[in-house]
């Protein structure tokens, strides 16, 4: 295909719509949302004496070096003796997008953000999840607010709920962070221009990390996963490379992990239903069995996050390099999360890989629509008004969730195997270690690195499973429609 620019931007666009197209998304936003977002130009206002002014605390946003929809902040108090509160604020964004509008119609069809190399598909208008809904720096905006008090052991021990005004201190980047904070990179500028805040990440830090062992104790699986991020030169797609884990990325893991589930537990309380968010037990236990039996360790005949994390914890201090494999091959077996409704009363499966029990999506309603339905459900509860959802319609929600949750995965993964059959085009007959993400009546997948992407194995797959690892050749390649085919290596 024609490598300039425009070209290769242009072709990897057309491939993404299309995907939104044949996956039931929508790539575009209907005249009528437009039409509201016209009407949009400011971001929300609220006179009500309730609402708590935290605009002098030294909240910080930390996400990736290029995103603009900022969801959450954090702050922390370590006033209270043997004890810290960790304040997490979520963008208001129900204060702008109402139910039953048209943005919200939108966002309620398409449920998530979807993001590729060519293009980010955004759940909202970029003019509000980008700005007036995001909690961008130096800007005033509604909140909702999980205040909880962690102590000395990583337990949380109160929590509450409420609305805040907030103000974003300072915009952070992941790599940056998670650099300085691993003693390897310098103070980012954002940490150095405010007067403690460096004291204040730390302190985050420390607090990220014992809620990090306590759920690991009680086997939260540290699992190792490549993602991967589009490197562009020249405005060319350049590679693919993975996106690797930090101390930064873990606060904020830790952080929305405890908000999810103190709200989780706010709306039990309350006696509202609700959405949660779970991961059932694995049904190809005995496949991660096998692929532990391979490596010489046991592990029992019944699904136990406990044994598996440890399992996981042995290879990585003895194995490091092929961890993320591992890694992926466990997290193939484990299967998919899925969104669910949860009734007051009614026993509710947990989340297997995380190690919790109360669980549920709120920290991130500019991009995923289930956080906006926990959002109104939370202020339905604090204002003491009923439901904005029925049963019935929280139960559809739920199922539509987790279906375009998935449509959107296809998109992404579509797009990338665009992107990385273009960078592999010139390379046919190029041999490659790669190890087995997927084998099914449908076919067997494998995963390649540079560029980081996976492919189907059309000649010789019989007797692969997931997990192995194999020699595979690359046979043909078509950009147009993602298709990566390899054979395995006889040689």
Partial sequence: MNTTPAAQGSFLLNVARQAMTNNGLQPDFGDAALKQMASITAAARDPSPDIRDLRQLLWCSIDNDNSRDLD????????????????????????????????????????????????????????????????GENQERLALVADMTINAAGVVVQSDLYRAWVVNR????????????????????????????????????????????????????????????????????????????????????EFMVAANGVT??????????????????????????????????????????PALNAFLAKRRQSAPDQYPDLSLSVVKL????????????????????????????????????????????????????????????????????TLQEHNAAKVERAVNKSAAASLLASRIGAKFDAIVTGASDKGTWVRISSPTTEGKVVKGFQGLDVGDRVRVVLLHTDVAHGFIDFARDSA
């Avoid at 954090?74 to 209270?80: E, K, N, Q």
């Avoid at 943005?103 to 007036?132: C, G, W």
């Avoid at 990440?201 to 939260?220: E, F, H, I, N, P």
């Avoid at 190809?284 to 996050?305: C, F, H, K, N």
């Fill in 72 to 135: 959450q902040l954090s702050v922390a108090d370590p006033s209270s003796p043997g004890a810290t509160r960790i304040l997490v604020a979520i963008a208001d964004v129900d204060a702008v997008v109402k139910p039953g509008s048209p943005i919200d119609d939108h966002a309620r069809i398409n449920t998530t953000s979807v993001y590729t190399p060519a293009a980010i598909f955004s759940m909202l208008p970029e003019k509000l999840s980008t700005d007036l809904t995001s909690l």
């Fill in 170 to 253: 300072a915009k952070l980047a992941y790599n940056a962070v998670g650099a300085w904070l691993a003693g390897t990179g310098p103070a980012p500028a954002g940490v150095a221009a405010v007067a403690g805040m460096d004291q204040q990440l730390r302190t985050q830090d420390k607090v990220a990390q014992s809620l990090r062992a306590v759920r690991r104790a009680r086997g939260a699986l540290d699992l190792e996963t490549i993602e991967t991020q589009p490197v562009f030169s020249g405005g060319i797609l350049s590679d693919l490379l993975p996106d690797e884990p930090n101390r930064a990325k873990q606060l904020i893991e």
């Fill in 264 to 305: 989780a537990q706010f709306l039990t309380a309350k006696g509202f239903s609700a959405l949660r968010r779970v991961l059932r037990e694995p049904k190809r236990w005995d496949r991660i069995v096998a692929l532990a039996a391979g490596l010489g360790e046991t592990l029992p005949a019944d699904p136990s996050a």
């Fill in 334 to 401: 484990l299967g998919s999360g899925e969104y669910v409704l949860d009734k007051p009363g009614q026993a509710i499966a947990g989340h297997f890989g995380l190690a919790v029990v109360d669980y549920t999506h709120s920290t991130a309603p500019n991009r995923r629509f289930p956080d906006l339905i926990t959002q109104r459900l939370l202020k339905a509860a604090l204002t003491k008004h009923a439901s904005p959802y029925g049963d019935a319609e929280l139960q559809d929600l739920a199922a539509h969730c």
